[in-house]
T-cell receptor
């Protein structure tokens, strides 16, 4: 199994809602990532988990809350989002002990905040 | 800081044309270099990679050579197909494990029959 899966594929939510994005991989990777991608832009790193511990937080607003319940799963909890948070949210994973950080990406969740 | 500069798009070519998408980088040390492709409505797929100077990455007819002297990693394909239409991102990574990827701005490629 060499893929990263993400659910849901599409999500529409209001500014007062609470929702969660889910990411799963079964490649034995120990590093997992959340990226945000706006239209016609490259992905921007949000969070990195290494061995289930948060290792990088790129100054992301607290309305985004990541969680890594185990080495295969990564969640992104969303609360009180703003319309400008509408974007494609991508999850990725990589083997922690590789020297060149080859990241495998999921298909993304397209989020619309009304 | 580290950065990646990509050829501005969009690029439009006819089927079977030769493709070059330029990518140059600025980084200290010895980064690894990647090309990712993003088809419409999808996530990113790793197209090819090179981890040290003079390495050539290749996949699906695409090639790129890691040139340290010119800090470049240009993407080439000898004969493009309509199915190659996508956005291409050049990226670099510096460290072990969880170092972040630094992406270029992306180049949108459209191939017309």
């Amino acid at each position: 199994d060499t893929e990263v899966t993400q659910t849901p594929k599409h999500l529409v939510m209001g500014m007062t809602n609470k929702k969660s994005l889910k990411c799963e991989q079964h490649m034995g990777h120990r590093a997992m990532y959340w990226y945000k991608q706006k239209a016609k832009k490259p992905p921007e790193l949000m969070f990195v988990y290494s061995y289930e511990k948060l290792s990088i937080n790129e100054s992301v607003p607290s309305r985004f809350s990541p969680e890594c319940p185990n080495s295969s799963l990564l969640n992104l909890h969303l609360h009180a989002l703003q319309p400008e948070d509408s974007a494609l949210y991508l999850c990725a994973s990589s083997q922690e002990d590789f020297s060149y950080n080859e990241q495998f990406f999921g298909p993304g969740t397209r989020l619309t905040v009304l | 800081g580290d950065s990646v500069t990509q050829m501005e798009g969009p690029v439009t070519l006819s089927e079977e044309a030769f493709l070059t998408i330029n990518c140059t980088y600025t980084a200290t040390g010895y980064p690894s270099l990647f090309w990712y492709v993003q088809y419409p409505g999808e996530g990113l797929q790793l197209l090819l990679k090179a981890t040290k100077a003079d390495d050539k990455g290749s996949n699906k007819g695409f090639e790129a050579t890691y040139r340290k002297e010119t800090t470049s990693f240009h993407l080439e394909k000898g004969s493009v197909q309509v199915s190659d239409s996508a956005v291409y991102f050049c990226a670099l990574s510096k460290g072990f494990g969880n170092e972040k990827l630094t992406f270029g701005t992306g180049t949108r490629l459209t191939i017309i029959p």
